[in-house]
């Protein structure tokens, strides 16, 4: 269970995603720096209790259309080996001291996670209080039943999201920008074997939603 701690964060997520994300190539902002918000999103929780787990939705408040993006997150108390080209910055936590923020989907203990809440072996959890379920976050899956392995991570970036093929023969597909669904249970534009889907506020009131990610065979 991951304990959620209301302290302090230098800098903070927000500013730390808006120094990386103009570098990705799904980004579809201007050259300026995006003013963000943290909109909504989730946690998903490490079996093991090391690695901080987040789904967050950001939503870019200089573009007119104010983009709305999804940026899996993991947080450790220490480098990760080997992903260096991964890491989106340090933060000084009020509470856990240094902690390194990473590009989710480059990480194994959020991917195994991610993959297990497609498959249901694992529940969406509250972004902001511990130990509290997201029921607002659904998924479905028609595929063979998911065994986690260890593996690293191999995903490839466009300039619609980011795919990932899995040790199970199938690829992970996340959207990295949220475009919201006519119907209150968003499904998938195309056939896959799962999919994840959850809701945020839009500026009116209203709750928006959309499909986040898919799974579907190679």
């Known amino acids: 269970m991951a304990v959620i701690h209301h302290t302090t964060l230098t800098p903070s997520k927000a500013e730390l ?86 590009d989710g989907m480059r990480d194994p203990v959020l991917v195994t996670e991610l993959l297990r809440l497609v ?43 980011t795919h990932l093929p899995t040790p199970h023969g199938t690829v992970l597909r996340l959207h990295r920008v949220l475009t919201p669904a006519d119907a209150d249970a968003p499904v998938p534009a195309v056939p896959c074997l799962g999919h994840v889907s959850t809701g945020w506020p839009a500026p009116s009131g209203d709750r928006l939603s959309a499909v986040l990610l898919t799974v579907r065979q190679k």
Not at 67 to 89: D, F, K, M, N, W
């Open 119 to 161: 498959a249901g072996g694992t529940r969406a959890m509250a972004q902001s209080v511990t130990d509290v379920p997201d029921d607002e976050v659904t998924h479905d899956y028609t595929g063979a039943p998911f065994t986690p392995v260890a593996f690293t991570p191999t995903p490839a970036d466009d300039a619609d999201g």
């Open 17 to 102: 995603l808006a120094g990386w994300l103009p570098s990705r190539p799904w980004y579809r902002g201007g050259a300026g720096t995006p003013v963000l918000e943290k909109t909504g999103g989730f946690r998903l929780d490490d079996p093991e209790g090391e690695v901080g787990i987040e789904i967050m939705i950001a939503t870019d408040t200089t573009c007119p259309e104010r983009t709305v993006y999804l940026v899996p997150l993991s947080y450790r108390g220490a480098p990760l080996e080997g992903a260096e080209h991964a890491l989106i910055g340090t933060m000084e936590h009020g509470v856990l001291g240094t902690r390194w923020a990473y």
